[in-house]
C-alpha cells in the first residue's frame, strides 16, 4: 500500500512547515499575552487579533481550506492522505489550525454542509464559513443521558407546519462560545417511534435564534478554551423554517458516519503532531538536566522511554495514513474498522509520549511555562470525543467477529 502524499501535497507541506517556523511557531508567547490580556480586561471570548493576521497571511500564500475534498466550493482541498501530514503540523499548536481555516468543529461542519447540504444551505452557511467570515458548532453531546450510545439523545425536534422546533440540553458545544459563532448544528429526535438508527436527524439552527441560552462553558482539566469554548446549550422551543433540515428527517445517523470519518484523521494527525512536539521537548530536556552526576538521558528509563515513544508515534501515524488511504478508495464504510482503531491508538499513543515528557520536565512539566499541561489536557480529552474509546473498541471487535460467523471449524 502506496502511502506518499502527491508531489502537490508534499510540496504544500513544505510551503505550510516555512510558513509555521517563520510565522506562527515564534508567535506563541504574543499569543498567550492576548490570552492574559483578555482575561485580565474580563472578556476572554473575544477573537485574536494575532491569529487573524496570520489568517490574511496565510490566504495570500494559498494554504487556506485544505482539508476539504472534491468541493467546487474549496478546490483548493486536499484528499485525506494528502491532508493528513499537514495536519500533524498544525497540530503541534493547539491555536494553529483556525490559520489556515482547517480547525475543529468548522471543518467538521463544512464538510457536512459540503456533502449533504442543499444550494441554498451551502449560500448561506459553507460560504461564510470557507471565507472564513463565521464560525460554527456542533451540537450532539447531552449532560442527561450516555451519549456514547447516540440513540440514548433527547434533544426533540418536532415539525410544527412549516417550521421545527428543537427543545433540549447539549453540552461541551466546542466552538459555541466563539462570539463568531452563527449557526449550529443540531442533533435530535424526530421520529421516537422508528428504529434506533432512524430516529435521529440533523438541523442547521442561526445560533441568535430565539429561545437559545448559552448556559455556561465548560471546563476541560481546568481550561476553557476561551475564545473558542465548550458550552452548555438549552434550547427551548427554539423554531427554524423546514428548510433548514438537512438531507431529511432521520438521516442524522448517516451524516453523522460521514462527518466523524474525515474529523477522526484530523484528530488524531494533530494529536501525533502534538506528541512528536512533546517528544522533542523530552529529549533536549533529558539532555541538557544532570542528576546524581550525569545527565537524566543517560539513565536506562528515559532512554527505553524515548525508544518506546518513537514507536507509539511511528505506529499510530501509519494507522492513520492507512485509514486516509482506504477512505480515499474504498470509501468510510469500507474503512470503518481501520477509522475505529486509529481513533483509539492515536490519542492513547500521544497522550503517553505526552505523560513521560511532562515527568521529564518536573514541576515545569506541569506549570504554564511549557505547552505540555494543555497538550495532555486536549489528548486526554480526545479519548472521549467523538466517541470513547470503549465503543469504538466494540466496535472494532464487532467486525473482527463477523468475519467468523460462518467459518466452519478450524484450519
Given at each position: 500500500m502506496d502511502l506518499t502524499p502527491s508531489p502537490h501535497a508534499q510540496a504544500l507541506h513544505q510551503r505550510l512547515l516555512d510558513f509555521l517556523q517563520q510565522q506562527v511557531w515564534p508567535c506563541e508567547a504574543e499569543h498567550a499575552a492576548e490570552e492574559t490580556s483578555a482575561r485580565a480586561a474580563g472578556n476572554p471570548w473575544q477573537a485574536s487579533p494575532l491569529v487573524e493576521r496570520l489568517k490574511d497571511q496565510a490566504r495570500a500564500q494559498g494554504l487556506w481550506n485544505l482539508f476539504l475534498?472534491?468541493?467546487?466550493?474549496?478546490?483548493?482541498?486536499?484528499?485525506?492522505?494528502?491532508?493528513?501530514?499537514?495536519?500533524?503540523?498544525?497540530?503541534?499548536?493547539?491555536?494553529?489550525?483556525?490559520v489556515f481555516n482547517c480547525s475543529a468543529p468548522d471543518t467538521g461542519n463544512m464538510e457536512v454542509l459540503a456533502r449533504y447540504g442543499d444550494e441554498d444551505q451551502q449560500a448561506r452557511w459553507l460560504d461564510p464559513l470557507l471565507d472564513g467570515r463565521i464560525r460554527s458548532a456542533f451540537l450532539m453531546t447531552e449532560p442527561a443521558v450516555a451519549s456514547s450510545d447516540a440513540t440514548n439523545l433527547e434533544c426533540a425536534i418536532r415539525r410544527d407546519g412549516s417550521d421545527y422546533v428543537i427543545d433540549g440540553r447539549k453540552w461541551y458545544a466546542s466552538g459555541a462560545g466563539d462570539p463568531r459563532c452563527a449557526v449550529y448544528i443540531v442533533m435530535g429526535i424526530t421520529d421516537p417511534t422508528a428504529d434506533r438508527h432512524q430516529r435521529h436527524s440533523m438541523v442547521l439552527v442561526p445560533a441568535d435564534a430565539p429561545g437559545i441560552r448559552v448556559e455556561r462553558a465548560m471546563d476541560v482539566y481546568g481550561y476553557d478554551d476561551a475564545p473558542h469554548g465548550h458550552m452548555q446549550v438549552a434550547l427551548d422551543n427554539v423554531r427554524v423554517p423546514a428548510s433548514n433540515m438537512l438531507l431529511g428527517e432521520g438521516r442524522g445517523f448517516e451524516i453523522a458516519q460521514g462527518r466523524l470519518g474525515p474529523g477522526r484523521i484530523h484528530h488524531c494527525m494533530r494529536a501525533i503532531g502534538a506528541g512528536e512536539r512533546a517528544l522533542e521537548a523530552m529529549c533536549r530536556r533529558l539532555a541538557s538536566r544532570h542528576a546524581f552526576g550525569r545527565a537524566v538521558a543517560e539513565y536506562s528509563v528515559w532512554r527505553e522511554r524515548i525508544a518506546q515513544s518513537r514507536c507509539l508515534l511511528d505506529q499510530a501515524r501509519l494507522m492513520v495514513m492507512k485509514a486516509a488511504r482506504m477512505m480515499d478508495t474504498v470509501g468510510n464504510k469500507a474503512a470503518r474498522a481501520e477509522i475505529a482503531m486509529i481513533k483509539v491508538i492515536a490519542p492513547q499513543a500521544a497522550e503517553q509520549v505526552i505523560d513521560w515528557a511532562v515527568q521529564a520536565h518536573g514541576a515545569a512539566g506541569v506549570s504554564q511555562d511549557t505547552f505540555l499541561a494543555r497538550a495532555w489536557a486536549h489528548t486526554r480529552t480526545l479519548r472521549m470525543a467523538d466517541g470513547p474509546d470503549e465503543v469504538h473498541r466494540e466496535a472494532i471487535a464487532r467486525i473482527e467477529l463477523k468475519k467468523y460467523a460462518t467459518t466452519q471449524g478450524d484450519r
Amino acid at each position: 500500500m502506496d502511502l506518499t502524499p502527491s508531489p502537490h501535497a508534499q510540496a504544500l507541506h513544505q510551503r505550510l512547515l516555512d510558513f509555521l517556523q517563520q510565522q506562527v511557531w515564534p508567535c506563541e508567547a504574543e499569543h498567550a499575552a492576548e490570552e492574559t490580556s483578555a482575561r485580565a480586561a474580563g472578556n476572554p471570548w473575544q477573537a485574536s487579533p494575532l491569529v487573524e493576521r496570520l489568517k490574511d497571511q496565510a490566504r495570500a500564500q494559498g494554504l487556506w481550506n485544505l482539508f476539504l475534498p472534491g468541493s467546487p466550493r474549496a478546490p483548493e482541498g486536499l484528499s485525506n492522505l494528502d491532508y493528513a501530514p499537514l495536519c500533524e503540523l498544525m497540530g503541534r499548536v493547539h491555536w494553529s489550525p483556525e490559520v489556515f481555516n482547517c480547525s475543529a468543529p468548522d471543518t467538521g461542519n463544512m464538510e457536512v454542509l459540503a456533502r449533504y447540504g442543499d444550494e441554498d444551505q451551502q449560500a448561506r452557511w459553507l460560504d461564510p464559513l470557507l471565507d472564513g467570515r463565521i464560525r460554527s458548532a456542533f451540537l450532539m453531546t447531552e449532560p442527561a443521558v450516555a451519549s456514547s450510545d447516540a440513540t440514548n439523545l433527547e434533544c426533540a425536534i418536532r415539525r410544527d407546519g412549516s417550521d421545527y422546533v428543537i427543545d433540549g440540553r447539549k453540552w461541551y458545544a466546542s466552538g459555541a462560545g466563539d462570539p463568531r459563532c452563527a449557526v449550529y448544528i443540531v442533533m435530535g429526535i424526530t421520529d421516537p417511534t422508528a428504529d434506533r438508527h432512524q430516529r435521529h436527524s440533523m438541523v442547521l439552527v442561526p445560533a441568535d435564534a430565539p429561545g437559545i441560552r448559552v448556559e455556561r462553558a465548560m471546563d476541560v482539566y481546568g481550561y476553557d478554551d476561551a475564545p473558542h469554548g465548550h458550552m452548555q446549550v438549552a434550547l427551548d422551543n427554539v423554531r427554524v423554517p423546514a428548510s433548514n433540515m438537512l438531507l431529511g428527517e432521520g438521516r442524522g445517523f448517516e451524516i453523522a458516519q460521514g462527518r466523524l470519518g474525515p474529523g477522526r484523521i484530523h484528530h488524531c494527525m494533530r494529536a501525533i503532531g502534538a506528541g512528536e512536539r512533546a517528544l522533542e521537548a523530552m529529549c533536549r530536556r533529558l539532555a541538557s538536566r544532570h542528576a546524581f552526576g550525569r545527565a537524566v538521558a543517560e539513565y536506562s528509563v528515559w532512554r527505553e522511554r524515548i525508544a518506546q515513544s518513537r514507536c507509539l508515534l511511528d505506529q499510530a501515524r501509519l494507522m492513520v495514513m492507512k485509514a486516509a488511504r482506504m477512505m480515499d478508495t474504498v470509501g468510510n464504510k469500507a474503512a470503518r474498522a481501520e477509522i475505529a482503531m486509529i481513533k483509539v491508538i492515536a490519542p492513547q499513543a500521544a497522550e503517553q509520549v505526552i505523560d513521560w515528557a511532562v515527568q521529564a520536565h518536573g514541576a515545569a512539566g506541569v506549570s504554564q511555562d511549557t505547552f505540555l499541561a494543555r497538550a495532555w489536557a486536549h489528548t486526554r480529552t480526545l479519548r472521549m470525543a467523538d466517541g470513547p474509546d470503549e465503543v469504538h473498541r466494540e466496535a472494532i471487535a464487532r467486525i473482527e467477529l463477523k468475519k467468523y460467523a460462518t467459518t466452519q471449524g478450524d484450519r
